[in-house]
């Protein structure tokens, strides 16, 4: 299995809703990443995963907290989100400092 | 601080044209630019990457070269088609912070159009 599995496609939540995205690979890779990203500009990292530990979090509000139950999932967990929040989110995974492969990305609308 | 910048943000070519890309990065430790294509709606794809110890890399009709010294590193693609139109997206690779973890750093992005 070559790609990164991203669920649920997209998702609409109310600002008081919890919800999660999930991420799934199968390559092996043991760094896995979450990006936000809106129309028209570049991926944004979020937070890195290394060997199943939080490595890297670019200061992210406390709404967003990941998961990384096992070296294959990667997850997400939404709480309390704002409008502005809407957006493409990717996840990646990658061996080491190689390439990352994304995942087709959750669409995410706050209302 | 950790920039990358890319240039232009958007290139219209005609078909069978050569459509060129520049990106510059700031930490002279970065040693892996990778390139992604994004089609409207889909997930960013790795179309050719290079590392720090080569100046130069072919796959078809795509090349990219890399000046360290200049810090400067270039998407090339020759004889285009329509379904090269896509956002382009350079990258850099830096480590994070106290740890073995990289990160890419992203430059803005350039809006290919290749019209028939």
């Known amino acids: 299995d070559t790609e990164v599995t991203q669920t649920p496609k997209h998702l609409v939540m109310g600002m008081t809703n919890k919800k999660s995205l999930k991420c799934e690979q199968h390559?092996?890779?043991?760094?896995m990443y979450w990006y936000k990203q809106k129309a028209k500009k570049p991926p944004e990292l979020m937070f890195v995963?290394?060997?199943?530990?939080?490595?890297i979090n670019e200061s992210v509000p406390s709404r967003f907290s990941p998961e990384c139950p096992n070296s294959s999932l990667l997850n997400l967990h939404l709480h309390a989100l704002q409008p502005e929040d809407s957006a493409l989110y990717l996840c990646?995974?990658?061996?080491?400092?190689?390439?990352?492969?994304f995942g087709p990305g959750t669409r995410l609308t706050v209302l | 601080g950790e920039n990358v910048e890319q240039h232009p943000s958007t290139l219209s070519v005609q078909e069978g044209d050569s459509a060129v890309i520049k990106c510059t990065y700031s930490d002279s430790a970065s040693n892996y630019f990778p390139w992604y294509k994004q089609e409207l709606g889909k997930r960013p794809q790795l179309i050719i990457d290079i590392r720090s110890n080569v100046g130069e890399k072919k796959d078809q009709r795509i090349a990219v070269t890399l000046n360290k010294t200049a810090k400067h590193f270039s998407l090339h693609i020759t004889e285009t088609q329509p379904e090269d139109s896509a956002v382009y997206f350079c990258a850099a690779s830096i480590r994070g912070r106290g740890d073995s973890s990289y990160k890419l750093i992203f430059g803005s992005g350039t809006r290919l159009l290749v019209r028939p």
């Open positions: 390559m092996g890779h043991r760094a």
């Open positions: 995963y290394s060997y199943e530990k939080l490595s």
């Open positions: 990646a995974s990658s061996h080491g400092r190689n390439e990352q492969f």
